[in-house]
């Protein structure tokens, strides 16, 4: 049967966290804060971006924005004129960062796309994952792509409406329980979740149980097996 596979981009696709990482240490040993270890510092950044990602949503420049901040909260020098302007350079490395496609993704969406409808559902700030998608060259696989600033339930309920899903034959493709897996269940559609060991700490939590189906694979090429 035919079947429409809603995918996640970002450390489903190609990765995506290790280059905030990345930035986060360099950050780190620039504050070189002389009392806080890395996770009371990364702390009082969750902390930040929670607060602003619900009004400038995500995205590698606001997430370099997030760290002037926390430096502005907890350096303990005077800050100089450049010190901003190298933290946001950061983030601006971040985007300019080679795709790395994540092994055994492009032939696995050639594979579906030839038996199911393919759609890619991403969160993010639209122009950077616009640019990502452009330059993933994995959009002649897909159908449809929507770019939203949440994925949550009613995001979820809302492109099944406007696609005229089938919420039975429909699954949601992801590694993060938070944006992929929890919302897509509750709105009653079904759900594959595809572990990524570096998924950001924010989006872990854990998975619920929803009206629809779950399976758990490995990694991404696996999912011929049931598809």
């Given at each position: 049967?035919?079947?429409?596979?809603?995918?996640?981009?970002?450390?489903?696709?190609?990765?995506?966290n290790i280059y905030f990482e990345q930035a986060f240490e360099e950050f780190i040993g620039f504050l070189n804060h002389?009392?806080?270890?890395?996770?009371?510092?990364?702390?009082?950044?969750?902390?930040?971006?929670?607060?602003?990602?619900?009004?400038?949503?995500?995205?590698?420049?606001?997430?370099?924005?997030?760290?002037?901040?926390?430096y502005e909260r907890l350096v303990e020098r005077e800050i100089k004129p450049g010190d901003l302007e190298r933290i946001?350079?950061?983030?601006?490395?971040?985007?300019?960062?080679?795709?790395?496609?994540?092994?055994?993704?492009?032939?696995?969406?050639?594979?579906?796309?030839?038996?199911?409808?393919?759609?890619?559902?991403?969160?993010?700030?639209?122009?950077?994952?616009?640019?990502?998608?452009?330059?993933?060259?994995?959009?002649?696989?897909?159908?449809?792509?929507?770019?939203?600033?949440?994925?949550?339930?009613?995001?979820?309920?809302?492109?099944?409406?406007?696609?005229?899903?089938?919420?039975?034959?429909?699954?949601?493709?992801?590694?993060?329980?938070?944006?992929?897996?929890?919302?897509?269940?509750?709105?009653?559609?079904?759900?594959?979740?595809?572990?990524?060991?570096?998924?950001?700490?924010?989006?872990?939590?854990?998975?619920?149980?929803?009206?629809?189906?779950?399976?758990?694979?490995?990694?991404?090429?696996?999912?011929?097996?049931?598809?």
């Amino acid at each position: 049967m035919r079947q429409q596979l809603i995918i996640d981009a970002d450390d489903t696709l190609w990765e995506n966290n290790i280059y905030f990482e990345q930035a986060f240490e360099e950050f780190i040993g620039f504050l070189n804060h002389s009392l806080l270890s890395s996770a009371e510092i990364r702390t009082v950044l969750d902390e930040i971006e929670l607060a602003n990602i619900r009004v400038n949503g995500y995205g590698a420049r606001h997430f370099g924005r997030n760290m002037c901040v926390c430096y502005e909260r907890l350096v303990e020098r005077e800050i100089k004129p450049g010190d901003l302007e190298r933290i946001a350079d950061l983030a601006e490395r971040i985007i300019s960062q080679p795709l790395e496609i994540i092994e055994g993704v492009p032939d696995t969406l050639e594979y579906l796309a030839s038996r199911h409808d393919l759609t890619l559902f991403t969160k993010g700030h639209p122009e950077e994952q616009k640019m990502k998608i452009d330059r993933s060259g994995l959009a002649v696989w897909f159908g449809h792509t929507a770019i939203v600033i949440e994925k949550d339930k009613q995001s979820y309920s809302q492109l099944a409406a406007e696609r005229g899903l089938n919420a039975q034959i429909t699954w949601m493709v992801g590694n993060s329980p938070k944006s992929d897996i929890n919302p897509a269940l509750s709105a009653g559609l079904n759900a594959v979740f595809v572990p990524h060991a570096r998924t950001w700490h924010l989006e872990q939590t854990e998975m619920l149980e929803g009206p629809g189906r779950l399976i758990v694979v490995e990694r991404f090429a696996d999912l011929r097996e049931y598809f």
